[in-house]
């Protein structure tokens, strides 16, 4: 009995104990009602609309004649494969999305992801006033996943920016936007890991966290405790759609980088070595002579690229650009694309077992100036017969696709034979009446031979995938 009364005692004494402790413990946990008040009239929702002509045979879900593809489709399939409608001879489809963006500097310029805005033919920004106002593209950056609008307004309220490098792991972090189209919804959790390089994205150095990301948050801001923008939520890791965890940022510092010269200059300029880089694995570091396997190394060169001009060599193991360390093939990108074109770098490398230390200057992307739009340029003449703008290709992407060649589509009229065959912003030719395209100037070449008042395949790629759309110009 004694025993059983103690046990009791006990009981009500860690309860007792436990109410004590709780307010301290919720003391401890971080408040961010001031954080929102103060920061989410800075935050927009985004809209976006672009109508896509497409062309060819009829799918219909109710037998050959029913209105519109079954909705099961639509549920397994959504938008991957262009189901065709209609009666054959093309229709219109008009394709909405939605987005989050954030104010970052008060006449008018407002930060989100370029995919929120890819190929929109309308932006609307909506403020958490209600006030809807058309904003203008004023430049993307696929490579970042950057985009800069603005809109015809003064005075707007700009977050306060932080410095992302200062982040650590473990930090709370919280984050505003639009899931679903629920605008202004809070989330928030901690830094789960910093500078993680995701595949197709050798240009940003990630922030995971785990703060819920869902559809429509993208392009919305991160915020740290000091309510302070130290990120922009771009992307999530998903087996089911949704949110499981794993959520990725673009570091403040480096968006800034971007949206400073997508401001000035309507396009962003980086530092090219010309060379092709891949894995340093154990075993290969065991065989260049290093204790540890680190850095990239040099598979092949551009033989007139600034890297073979200055004397780096196939077999070379880049180990720091500038006193950085490269410590995986992954980080070579990105510390030589955040360097001027021009500029000289101080590359420590491996050869023959020593370290070695070069000086290279640095080229431009090939294909960099057309991308700005020089005037009677081949991304300006060329493609207009099609109502396109187009870029060449650098090397990085082209390892990505696995393709020789090909050319990137940096802007679609609206009213032109591309927008009418469903080609959209940011897709990649690849050929035209199946030849291949391997640059703006032979895409001039091409175009020029093509018939008119007769469908031709054109093969592309999206999102990493490839497919064909059937290309029509019209007779003059």
């Avoid at 004649?65 to 909705?71: A, H, I, L, R, S």
């Avoid at 099961?72 to 999305?97: A, L, T, V």
């Avoid at 001009?309 to 990105?334: F, H």
């Avoid at 009213?415 to 100037?441: C, F, S, T």
């Amino acid at each position: 009995m004694r025993s059983r009364m103690q046990l009791s005692s006990l009981w009500m004494l860690l309860m007792i104990a436990a109410l004590v402790c709780q307010p301290a413990l919720a003391r401890d946990l971080p408040d961010f009602t001031g954080l929102v008040k103060e920061a989410a009239p800075g935050v927009v929702n985004i809209s976006t609309s672009q109508t896509v002509e497409r062309g060819g045979p009829s799918f219909h879900g109710r037998g050959f004649g029913g209105p519109e593809m079954p909705d099961i489709f639509r549920e397994f399939f959504g938008d991957r494969f262009p189901f065709p409608q209609g009666d054959g001879q093309g229709y219109s489809e008009e394709r909405k999305s939605l987005g989050s963006g954030f104010v970052i500097d008060e006449a008018g310029y407002i930060m989100t992801n370029a995919h929120v805005v890819d190929g929109a033919d309308e932006v609307l920004v909506r403020f958490s006033d209600r006030r809807e106002l058309e904003a203008e593209v004023v430049g993307v950056d696929i490579k970042t996943d950057i985009a800069v609008l603005k809109v015809d307004a003064d005075d707007l309220p700009a977050l306060v920016l932080g410095n992302s490098d200062d982040l650590e792991v473990g930090e709370w972090v919280a984050a505003i936007g639009s899931p679903f189209g629920f605008d202004h919804s809070v989330t928030a959790g901690i830094v789960s890991a910093i500078n993680r390089t995701l595949p197709q994205d050798a240009y940003v150095p990630f922030i995971q966290t785990d703060v819920a990301i869902n559809p429509g948050n993208s392009g919305g801001p991160l915020f740290n405790l000091d309510g302070e923008v130290v990120g922009i939520n771009s992307q999530i890791f998903t087996r089911s759609g949704g949110f499981m965890g794993l959520s990725f940022s673009i570091p403040i510092n480096v968006a800034m980088d971007v949206a400073d010269q997508l401001r000035d200059g309507g396009s962003v300029s980086r530092g090219w070595l010309g060379v092709m880089i891949q894995p340093v694995s154990r075993d290969l570091a065991e065989s260049f002579g290093m204790k540890e396997p680190e850095g990239a190394l040099v598979s092949d060169m551009d033989p007139e690229g600034p890297a073979a001009r200055d004397g780096l060599e196939a077999g070379d193991i880049i180990l720091e650009v500038n006193g950085k360390r490269v410590d995986s093939s992954e980080t070579l990108p990105r510390l030589i694309g955040g360097i001027d074109p021009g500029e000289k770098v101080e590359l420590t490398v491996m050869r023959d077992g020593e370290r070695e230390s070069l000086t290279i200057t640095l080229g431009s992307w090939p294909g960099a100036e057309q991308g700005a739009g020089s005037k009677g340029s081949a991304e300006d003449s060329a493609p207009a017969r099609l109502g396109i703008k187009v870029q060449a290709l650098d090397e990085q992407v082209l390892r990505d696709l696995k393709i020789e060649g090909g050319v990137r589509v940096t802007e679609v009229g609206r009213d032109g034979a591309a927008a009418r065959a469903g080609i959209r912003r940011g897709d990649v030719l690849v050929n035209i009446a199946m030849q291949p395209v391997k640059n703006p100037e032979q895409l001039v070449e091409l175009i020029g031979e093509l018939p008119e008042g007769q469908s031709v395949p054109v093969r592309l790629y999206r999102e990493g995938r490839s497919y064909y759309v059937a290309l029509r110009l019209d007779d003059n």
